[in-house]
């Protein structure tokens, strides 16, 4: 993978050399930015890396990536996402990490998971789901991505500013709803229609799971109306070695509406990981 084409790894903190890094990844369409509230809180000393996934904050378009991995150019995958940041650890000396992700984050982990287990010592899978869309969501996303193209603006998915929050925090915290619109605001229309159109053809990754003997933890917002509960005790159900934090009066956005027990989660699975 040339320069050009590498994924902005962002390093959140810089701990001990001889620990496993904790990889956070990024929900749609955000950037690296909703992680900051949740490293801020983590104890001990980690170092923290998080990529900006494919089209979103610093990092290079989706189609500049999958080019630079020799991947078609011209279907959206997260399989591309995976591996390009399989390949910014391995360019910044990561063999082996924690790797956690919130929704469209969690998502990619999997596809890491499947694509690199080598590279996985723990998996967080935060209000995030393992199973693949209905013909029904497929076809929202796929009108989503032509709509922000047709318009080339983000404003279809300006709705995400209070559907990700929980029905307490869409009233009591006007300020995360702005702070989510201002993050939404940054991204542009064509890593919005990369990233629909890339999650519109991910696969069922439960078996994937099934698979995994390693620590994870699986982290729901109870009031989550877009990764329910359902969906995080799905993937309870199949995990082996896991523990389930289901997050009061909070959405999907758990990272920012209560990181608290989301850093917490996050700090018992580096310490599970690295015993
Ligand atoms: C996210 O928060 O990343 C999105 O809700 C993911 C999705 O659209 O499935």
Same mark, same amino acid.
């Given at each position: 993978?040339?320069?050009?084409?590498?994924?902005?790894?962002?390093?959140?903190?810089?701990?001990?050399?001889?620990?496993?890094?904790?990889?956070?990844?990024h929900?749609?369409?955000?950037?690296?930015?909703? @992680?900051?509230?949740?490293t801020?809180?983590?104890?001990g000393?980690?170092?923290?890396?998080?990529?900006?996934?494919?089209?979103?904050?610093? !990092?290079?378009?989706?189609?500049d990536?999958?080019?630079?991995?020799?991947?078609?150019?011209?279907?959206? !995958?997260?399989?591309?996402?995976?591996?390009?940041?399989?390949?910014?650890?391995?360019?910044?000396?990561?063999?082996?990490?924690?790797?956690?992700?919130?929704?469209?984050g969690?998502?990619?982990?999997?596809?890491?998971?499947?694509?690199h287990?080598?590279?996985?010592?723990?998996?967080?899978? =935060?209000?995030?789901?393992?199973?693949?869309?209905?013909?029904?969501?497929?076809?929202?996303r796929?009108?989503?991505?032509?709509?922000?193209?047709?318009?080339?603006r983000?404003?279809?998915?300006?709705?995400?500013?209070?559907?990700?929050?929980?029905?307490?925090n869409?009233?009591?915290?006007?300020?995360?709803?702005?702070?989510i619109?201002? @993050? =939404?605001?940054?991204?542009?229309?064509?890593a919005?229609? @990369?990233?629909?159109?890339?999650?519109?053809?991910?696969?069922?990754?439960?078996?994937v799971?099934?698979?995994? &003997?390693?620590?994870?933890?699986?982290?729901?917002?109870e009031?989550?109306?877009l990764?329910?509960?359902?969906?995080?005790?799905?993937?309870v &159900?199949?995990?082996?070695?896991?523990?389930?934090?289901?997050?009061?009066?909070?959405?999907?956005?758990? !990272?920012?509406? !209560?990181?608290?027990?989301?850093?917490?989660?996050?700090?018992?699975?580096?310490?599970?990981?690295q015993?």
């Amino acid at each position: 993978m040339t320069t050009d084409g590498m994924l902005r790894l962002h390093v959140l903190r810089q701990g001990a050399p001889d620990r496993l890094p904790l990889v956070l990844l990024h929900g749609f369409p955000l950037d690296h930015r909703m @992680w900051l509230d949740v490293t801020d809180l983590l104890p001990g000393d980690p170092t923290v890396l998080a990529p900006d996934l494919p089209g979103f904050g610093a !990092s290079p378009a989706g189609e500049d990536v999958a080019e630079a991995l020799g991947a078609p150019t011209d279907a959206p !995958s997260l399989d591309v996402a995976a591996d390009a940041v399989a390949a910014a650890l391995q360019d910044a000396g990561v063999e082996r990490a924690v790797v956690a992700g919130l929704s469209m984050g969690g998502y990619v982990a999997m596809a890491l998971l499947e694509r690199h287990p080598g590279l996985v010592a723990g998996l967080g899978l =935060i209000d995030t789901r393992s199973t693949a869309d209905d013909d029904a969501a497929r076809a929202r996303r796929l009108d989503v991505a032509a709509t922000v193209l047709a318009e080339m603006r983000v404003d279809a998915v300006f709705g995400m500013r209070t559907a990700v929050l929980g029905a307490t925090n869409r009233v009591a915290r006007p300020d995360l709803v702005d702070r989510i619109e201002g @993050w =939404i605001r940054d991204q542009g229309p064509a890593a919005v229609a @990369w990233a629909q159109r890339a999650m519109a053809s991910r696969p069922d990754r439960t078996e994937v799971l099934a698979g995994f &003997d390693g620590p994870a933890v699986v982290v729901v917002g109870e009031e989550d109306e877009l990764a329910p509960p359902p969906a995080a005790e799905h993937m309870v &159900d199949v995990l082996r070695d896991v523990e389930l934090t289901v997050v009061p009066r909070a959405g999907h956005m758990t !990272s920012n509406e !209560s990181p608290e027990p989301v850093a917490a989660a996050l700090a018992g699975l580096l310490r599970r990981a690295q015993a």
